[in-house]
């Protein structure tokens, strides 16, 4: 009664034995061509390493922002003013913004703000801790976002003024096995905070990573109302049947009737007729969808520094370049040995095998290679992603617990298993048995596309070496382009405010060594990290319009700023204090002074500016006015994709960083002098020093790892492609080996020999360079369209990289032909 019957549930019991036979004949085809089932294996593991170190890096760069609850209806304000050839977009607005799309515009659910500041010291009782992941937000942040709260009440924890809430890890650090709630805090030694919430950390890939959050409430320049200035990231929450098309096409309504009446009062009538009257000119808010941000978005006041859906684009396009180089491997391979196997295909023939059972039993045995491959990568993807996670600071891994993951795995082992053995079944299992029987198997068609994908191999080998280099020239020619100062030798000391009258004495102490050359107290240089602001500046005594007018950059700067930083002045004189007046002088660098046209010389001509209260807010009736005494050349303070913006270097008073320049053999001495005065003059408060180098070439991170990856994944496809073309050059061989050893009887030299074996290859490598070339081109000029200063590639970089291709082909190749060039004929020929 238990008896089963296979032909009841449909299984033919002929079709086991077939696929045990079909087991057996390609295991015993995998040892027979043991040699060449390595270079396949080897092949296709690396570039399935590859592509799926790749396939993880960008699944995690496309989930950005998508873990929370309401991220597709999640958007940012972003603030799009371009007034002539000055655009000024950025991803923040003004304070009055949010609160007014909440107002006026029933799509939005609820509108928070974000104010980043800079850093922030924090201490319990005497030791401070100094954090820069701190910003001010407003409560609503909990509503919008989904960030998780493990105590406190999220609906009212920022609220009230002076409250904080910090995350797990920021707890810990302070508050070790205690719990941080209701605690207080001291900030900058002067306002005490209150801890009313602590939320779990924020995920790697959100695009921001804040420790802190403090009160909005507590910052007077949130409530200003001021509607042309303060950058305050501003994010909204929409209905979910709200469109944000629609939304955003109303967005000149607001600009209308608040942002340009006001601007209107400050700047004067003449001003906005002019600028109204321009087409050149506009005033644009824009929604930048939450999910977007991270890879679509590098506008000015980010967050954080976001990725580029351009490297996505360029290493998706990697990683399937390198899994067609192993499969082409695998093609070419296969078809060469398409007359080793032509016998057995024939014989199978007469014996009654169909076509289609033969193309299946040649499908069926390079699946079962891609598959072993595809478990091989799997366990060496995991050795390999430390070493990525090190080189990129990314802490990818391979989510086993993710089924949807390996179930995609292994039906991409299926896919490039039938894709690869297509072909080779098709071809071999098209061989006539009477042909192939008598030792004749045509394979004209066969050479031909074995050709055509050796092309094609190069040329992505070409292809791949000179954009590689490429990259690597741009990025070490912004690191050692002259920026117009001397970022070298020059040491930052932070948070030097806290030294208050001590710091003139900590700055005298250190010049009276012979290890310092020049110092200077400001909060503001060149790098990121630094404060910024950016008022309207122009000539005095006229009104501003948008033709003469420059928002420029505002640094206060002492006497001995320039001289420290190793500014050069094309015009002009440095500050001094043999000048009183130079109390309200500036010194302008070149761009500042062309988008200003002023007539004649500028040295000692005037400009204004509105007057700025301390909470942002500009005041229309009271302006400031400062003298000409000097022109800085054009020098580089943001990244080499942006051309020098206009900028004032005014004399005062901002002492957050004490610059010491250095002699370079006394870096040590200076590090301890240093620390030693400062633990006299500061006890308690901590000691934080970087080089202003250093801190500038940050901002070529992103480049330099980028680069560096690309030099990875070429090098991997160019590994693969030399593997293809070792067996493939050693097939070649073995199949001429009588005609060689022929040759070698009838007199012909080593050199006859190699030259014969190897020119048939050469022509391949000029064809491929004449397909990758031109596309190589293409390429480069599309990376280097986003830097506003870029380098020249030189013609010889496209000939190296053609030339560096023909010699790893020559090489392979070479030993090829010199082993069986070397060979005794008599081995070869004696069974003729």
């Known amino acids: 009664m238990f008896g089963i019957s296979f032909e009841n549930i449909g299984i033919n019991l002929t079709v086991i034995p077939m696929f045990s036979n079909y087991l057996i004949i390609s295991f015993r085809n995998f040892y ?59 991803a923040s607005v003004t304070p009055p913004v949010a609160q007014t799309l909440v107002a006026e515009y029933p799509e939005v659910e609820a509108a928070a703000r974000f104010r980043y500041l800079g850093s922030f010291q924090f201490k319990r009782e005497i030791e401070n801790f100094i954090e820069r992941r701190v910003i001010y937000a407003d409560n609503d942040i909990f509503r919008i976002f989904s960030i998780p709260f493990v105590s406190g009440n999220p609906e009212t924890a920022l609220i009230e003024p002076f409250s904080m809430v910090i995350s797990e890890s920021f707890a810990e650090q302070l508050f070790p096995n205690e719990d941080a709630l209701g605690k207080t805090l001291i900030k900058d030694n002067k306002t005490l905070y209150q801890i009313t919430g602590i939320f779990k950390d924020l995920p790697d890939n959100s695009h921001f990573h804040y420790k802190v959050f403090l009160s909005m409430e507590g ?6 109302g001021n509607w042309i200035g303060g950058p305050f990231n501003t994010y909204v929450l929409l209905h979910p049947d709200a469109d944000p098309i629609a939304l955003e096409k109303k967005l000149p309504d607001l600009v209308e009737n608040y942002i340009l009446p006001y601007a209107q009062v400050v700047l004067g009538n003449a001003f906005m007729d002019d600028f109204q009257s321009s087409a050149a000119n506009h005033l644009t808010l824009r929604l930048m969808p939450l999910t977007k941000i991270h890879l679509h978005s590098n506008l000015r006041n980010e967050l954080e520094g976001n990725g580029d859906i351009n ?15 192993a499969c082409i491997n695998f093609i070419n391979l296969a078809t060469a040995r398409s007359s080793g196997r032509a016998r057995e295909v024939g014989i199978r023939k007469v014996m009654g095998s169909t076509r289609t059972n033969l193309a299946l039993q040649f499908i069926g045995e390079s699946t079962i290679l891609c598959i072993f491959s595809f478990f091989l990568a799997l366990l060496l993807t995991q050795l390999v992603l430390p070493y990525f996670n090190s080189m990129t600071g990314m802490n990818l891994q391979i989510p086993m617990q993710d089924y949807s993951l390996l179930i995609f795995v292994a039906i991409s082992a299926l896919i490039v298993g039938i894709v690869s053995g297509i072909y080779p079944g098709i071809v071999l299992s098209s061989f006539q048995p009477v042909q192939v029987l008598k030792g004749k198997v045509t394979g004209n068609k066969q050479s031909f596309t074995r050709s055509s994908l050796v092309i094609f191999q190069f040329a992505i080998s070409i292809f791949l070496i000179i954009t590689t280099v490429a ?128 007539e004649g010389d500028p040295i000692g001509q005037k400009i204004s500016l509105f007057q700025q209260d301390p909470d942002g807010t500009q005041q229309a009736d009271k302006l400031e006015t400062w003298e000409i005494i000097g022109i800085a050349k054009d020098f580089n303070f943001e990244s080499l994709r942006q051309t020098v ?38 006890p308690g408060e901590p000691f934080v020093y970087s080089f202003l180098d250093q801190d500038f070439q940050n901002m070529f991170n992103t480049e330099t790892r980028v680069g560096k990856l690309l030099t990875v994944f070429s090098a991997l496809a160019i590994i693969i492609a030399s593997l293809g073309l070792f067996a493939l050059t050693a097939y070649t061989v073995e199949q001429r080996v009588k005609e060689i050893g022929i040759r070698k009887v009838m007199g012909a030299s080593i050199q006859n020999i190699i030259l014969l074996l190897t020119k048939d290859f050469g022509k391949l490598v000029l064809w491929a360079f004449l397909f990758a070339a031109p596309l190589a081109a293409i390429g480069i000029r599309w990376f280097l369209q986003s830097y506003a200063y870029k380098t020249t590639i030189s013609l010889w970089i496209y000939i190296g990289a053609g030339l560096a291709t023909f010699a790893l082909a020559l090489i392979i190749m070479g030993y090829q032909s010199i082993t069986a060039a070397s060979a005794n004929p008599v081995k070869s020929l004696r069974s003729e």
């Open 32 to 90: 027979k061509f043991r040699f060449y089932t390595l270079i396949n294996v080897l092949g296709l593991t690396i570039g399935i390493t590859a592509c799926l170190v790749i396939f993880l890096y960008v699944r995690f760069e496309l989930s950005y922002d998508k873990y929370h609850k309401n991220a597709d209806s999640i958007m940012r304000v972003d603030w799009d003013l371009q007034m002539g050839e000055e655009q000024n977009y950025q």
């Open 219 to 224: 910052l007077d320049e949130s409530k200003n």
């Open 471 to 598: 990259v690597h020239q741009q990025v070490q020619y912004m690191k050692s382009r002259k920026m117009g100062f001397n970022p070298e030798q020059v040491l930052m000391l932070k948070w030097a405010g806290n030294l208050g009258d001590n710091l003139t004495v900590l700055k005298n102490k250190m010049m009276e060594k012979d290890l310092i050359t020049a110092a200077t107290v400001s909060s503001y240089f060149p790098g990121p990290g630094y404060a910024r602001s950016t008022p309207l500046i122009w000539k005095y005594g006229s009104t501003p319009n948008p033709e003469t007018s420059a928002t420029t950059e505002k640094w206060m700067v002492d006497h001995d700023y320039v001289t420290t930083m190793g500014i050069e002045l094309v015009s002009g004189r440095n500050f001094s204090l043999d000048f009183p007046s130079d109390s309200s002088a500036v010194i302008l660098n070149e761009s500042a002074i062309s988008k200003l046209a002023l």
């Open 311 to 325: 490297y996505v684009y360029a290493f998706s396009i990697i990683a399937v370049i390198i899994l067609l180089i």
């Open 645 to 682: 913006s206009p900028l004032g270097l005014f004399f005062g008073k901002s002492q957050n960083v004490l610059a010491l320049r250095y002699n370079a053999e006394e870096t040590q001495r200076v590090i301890e002098e240093l620390e030693k005065n400062w633990k006299e003059l500061a």
